[in-house]
């Protein structure tokens, strides 16, 4: 057999969907998009959502929303992928990483607190594989260096009084924690619909918030449409539903909007959601029964308190080494199982280490990357396949320890 490692869940729902959408004349940002922004923050239990060309585009639009810039420091993981620090270098700012906790995939939260200056004005957790962080830690060290905030003139900055918390929930759609809905538990979340994810757009992403005391979300969601659309006042869907031509350019910004082309994709997804979520979950509790007993480890997706979005079934071979998970992956592809690794640590990689990064300094994020191993699982995959990706990890697993 030959299983890939994460296709995406199109089915006819999508296809109709999409065809409806070319067929109706307008295929740009509008009427499908404004409906899905708000299927989404239906589902995220918040009051409005900003639907944009992709997580990264999102979160660096809020970062620009939030006033952050040159002199300002965001806390970012060290064990991510690079969008969630390449946002601080495009607005300007300093990122400071943050090695793993030992054994752990997470932030070491001691060190974010010890982290913190007059300097940092966001911290951005990143809820890998769709497991949601501590965020009753993370909220507890924002309060506790309250003091040592500095607002800019930010209005933002200046209603909230703290450290901003800013996830990257790129892989954590639909994920629940303590009984609330990824979206609506940070400050602001960031969303990614790219085609490897639970839930796609083929390309997108999207932005929620909680509600701040002194701000007005409707507000909010205007600033995000003047940045997305060049700072211009009326897209071309209100212009059309419109009265007048008329409209103003008020800043010189930014070009990244959802069509309604890929909104329509989104709109069927949500529709299914629900069942592909499940699917996952079957899916991951097979592994789980299956692999009881090797020394690996893998994460905790499902408890009384939280459950994942199911996006990556991680795999950590204990005690081993690069070579040893080097090896694994080829041998898993030879048999035809399609896997890969998340993530390369940021200062492993050229970008991170010219700018003064170096891995030595990070050494349990390093420990958790150079035997990790991800296995393909996702809703478009069969009991059958499911059983041969078990069987053929359970045979490789044997022969080579």
Not at 72 to 88: C, H, K
Request: proline share 4%; hydrophobic share 35%.
């Amino acid at each position: 057999m030959n299983i890939p490692f994460s296709p995406p869940d199109i089915g006819e729902d999508e296809i109709a969907e999409v065809v409806d959408t070319l067929r109706s004349g307008w295929i740009t940002t509008g009427p499908k998009t404004k409906l899905f922004e708000q299927e989404i923050a239906k589902k995220c239990n918040t009051k409005k959502a900003v639907c944009l060309s992709s997580q990264t585009a999102c979160a660096e639009m809020t970062l620009r929303l939030l006033g952050v810039g040159p002199g300002d420091e965001v806390i970012v993981p060290t064990y991510t992928y690079t969008a969630s620090a390449s946002i601080i270098y495009h607005v300007g700012a300093t990122p400071v990483m943050i090695d793993c906790k030992q054994d752990s995939y997470e932030m070491d939260y001691d060190k974010v607190e010890e982290a913190i200056t007059p300097k940092t004005k966001v911290i951005i957790p990143v809820d890998l594989a769709g497991v949601v962080c501590d965020y009753d830690r993370i909220f507890e060290i924002v309060e506790k260096k309250r003091s040592l905030f500095r607002a800019s003139e930010n209005p933002i900055q200046l209603a909230l009084g703290r450290v901003i918390v800013m996830a990257d929930a790129a892989h954590a759609f639909g994920a629940q924690w303590h009984g609330k809905m990824c979206g609506s538990i940070a400050d602001f979340t960031n969303f990614s619909f790219h085609a490897v994810k639970n839930m796609t757009t083929a390309e997108g992403g999207a932005a929620t918030w909680r509600e701040i005391p002194g701000v007005d979300s409707n507000d909010l969601y205007k600033q995000y449409m003047l940045m997305t659309l060049h700072g211009q006042t009326k897209d071309a869907f209100t212009k059309d539903k419109g009265t007048s031509w008329e409209y103003d350019v008020v800043n010189t910004q930014y070009k990244c909007n959802m069509p309604d082309v890929l909104a329509a994709i989104g709109l069927a997804q949500l529709r299914r959601y629900d069942r592909m979520l499940s699917r996952r979950h079957q899916l991951i509790a097979r592994y789980n029964k299956a692999f009881e007993g090797l020394n690996i480890q893998v994460l905790d997706h499902r408890g009384s308190d939280h459950r994942s979005s199911g996006h990556l079934y991680f795999v950590r071979f204990l005690g081993k080494d690069a070579e040893f998970r080097n090896r694994f992956y080829d041998e898993m592809k030879q048999r035809g199982v399609n896997c890969n690794v998340h993530f390369k640590p940021l200062p492993m990689m050229t970008a991170y280490k010219q700018k003064g990064f170096d891995i030595i300094d990070y050494p349990y994020a390093y420990n958790m990357h150079k035997n990790q191993l991800t296995l393909p699982m996702n809703s478009v995959m069969t009991d059958e396949e499911a059983q041969y990706v078990i069987d053929t990890f359970i045979e490789v697993y044997n022969k080579l320890t």
